[in-house]
Nanobody, 128 residues
Framework: QLQLVESGGGLVQPGGSLRLSCAAS????????IGWFRQAPGKEREGVSCISASGGSTNYADSVKGRFTISRDNAKNTVYLQMNSLQPEDTAVYYC?????????????????????WGQGTQVTVSS
């Protein structure tokens, strides 16, 4: 059974850091682009970052550029999102997702409707 499980969320003060993990089971992440998304209360789900299957291409939302870093460890079948300089507006439920339909291993997209399987989400709260 294909499954994605996010972890690493929590409560952090403004300016703090968290590292989210997205662990896959039932399949190998090596061949697929992975995206991180977030949804705050009353807002639509938005793309935060994505990484190509090759790992050579990454994209970031303007709001997180320079603060967040996406990476993948295929040996651990896990994708990470390092989040630094967190701000209250980063508060949301964070989800990872896999794009199994994308054949080009060199690209990735942050369009949520392109992704096929999703994790259950992990809550990130930034507050003093």
């Amino acid at each position: 059974q294909l499954q994605l499980v996010e972890s690493g969320g929590g409560l952090v003060q403004p300016g703090g850091s968290l590292r989210l993990s997205c662990a896959a089971s039932g399949f190998t992440l090596d061949y697929y682009a992975i995206g991180w998304f977030r949804q705050a209360p009353g807002k639509e789900r938005e793309g935060v970052s994505c990484i190509s299957a090759s790992g050579g291409s990454t994209n970031y939302a303007d709001s997180v550029k320079g603060r967040f870093t996406i990476s993948r460890d295929n040996a651990k079948n896990t994708v990470y999102l390092q989040m630094n300089s967190l701000q209250p507006e980063d508060t949301a439920v964070y989800y990872c997702a896999v794009d199994v339909g994308l054949e080009d291993v060199t690209i990735a997209t942050m369009a949520p409707d392109q992704y096929d399987y999703w994790g259950q989400g992990t809550q990130v709260t930034v507050s003093s």
